[in-house]
């Protein structure tokens, strides 16, 4: 394949999983009209729409970790995380840049179009957001949180219901709620990813396990005619042309830079610093790796929810009335 076709290749993935986000999402909304009483037939829940909820996500890590259970709630959630982690252990933000949905969206909407790129001393601070609220959870859940006080809260009604309270907050926002996502809507086109490089704790942890990955982009200095194409191209702003090896957190692995690099084998795919290889196995890695994670999960009963289908309806029911529930051994040191 043309290496020049990558960055088609990529919107066509993303497009793909863009679109089956959207039916997810549809299926979730009969189903939770049948929940409420508006459908007279139930709709399988989807359990793909757990990967919109990362907190919960993190809790089932939390109790995996130390309990070794895997969450039965929203298992499918787990699911989704770890595989992202994985993806990013063995081939970058390749759930980033291949992927996530969000990240789609932002890239399939801005394109590749000029976008204003903030100045260092505006940046720097900006990019640290993520990484504050990634920290803030991590300490929450990880470190305050007891075994007992994890379990409880996975089991509880409100975490029951929170994909419920998701779709309340798309289809009745508040005023504050619309304005805030106008505004990152807003910025999203003029800054290029606005949510996913500033803002985005999830992207902020897989960056970190990122660091670890065998694969890199490689710059011989030698071939490089400094025509920086591949700056202007990569969607998190790298300064490639500074760098020999671009082991960078806020890599996403797209290959955006290798796809319009003018020189023959200026910008390579190396395994471990030093092995060339094909650059499209980075996004066929990551591919293989979410699939395989996805049937593992389906095949052993890790994908489904276990919570019966009338407990949903009757959380859903009363999700406007939940509060978040008070969390018991919450550590005070």
Aim: with cysteine; net charge positive; aromatic share 12%.
């Amino acid at each position: 394949m043309d290496i020049r076709l990558i960055g088609r290749l990529r919107a066509v993935i993303q497009a793909a999983f863009l679109l089956f986000t959207l039916f997810v999402g549809y299926r979730f909304f009969l189903f939770y009209q049948w929940a409420l009483g508006l459908r007279p037939e139930a709709v399988a829940r989807p359990g793909a729409v757990e990967g919109f909820l990362p907190i919960s996500a993190l809790l089932g890590v939390k109790q995996l970790l130390v309990t070794g259970r895997y969450d039965l709630v929203h298992p499918a959630g787990l699911t989704i995380l770890l595989a992202a982690m994985l993806i990013a252990l063995v081939c970058r933000k390749g759930f980033c840049g291949w992927i996530c949905p969000v990240g789609g969206f932002s890239n399939l909407a801005t394109g590749h179009r000029f976008t204003l790129r903030l100045p260092v001393w505006l940046d720097i601070p900006l990019l640290g957001c993520k990484y504050l609220l990634l920290f803030f959870f991590v300490w929450a859940i990880m470190f305050k949180m007891d075994a007992a006080a994890t379990a409880s809260f996975i089991g509880s009604p409100y975490n029951i219901a929170a994909d419920a309270k998701m779709l309340q907050f798309f289809l009745h926002p508040s005023q504050l709620s619309l304005i805030v996502l106008a505004v990152l809507v807003g910025l999203s086109l003029v800054v290029r990813n606005f949510w996913c490089r500033y803002l985005c704790p999830y992207g902020a942890l897989l960056g970190l396990f990122a660091l670890a990955s065998p694969l890199q982009i490689r710059r011989d200095p030698e071939l490089c005619i400094d025509c920086k194409k591949c700056e202007k191209r990569c969607p998190a702003l790298i300064r490639v042309t500074a760098r020999q090896t671009v082991r960078n957190a806020e890599c996403v692995g797209c290959l955006e830079c290798v796809s319009v690099c003018p020189k023959k084998d200026c910008l390579t795919v190396r395994a471990a610093g030093s092995r060339r290889v094909p650059p499209l196995l980075l996004p066929l890695l990551a591919l293989l790796l979410f699939f395989l994670a996805w049937s593992a999960a389906r095949l052993s009963g890790h994908w489904q929810s276990q919570v019966p289908n009338d407990v949903f309806a009757k959380v859903y029911r009363m999700s406007g009335e939940l509060g978040h529930p008070p969390v018991e051994g919450m550590s005070g040191r």
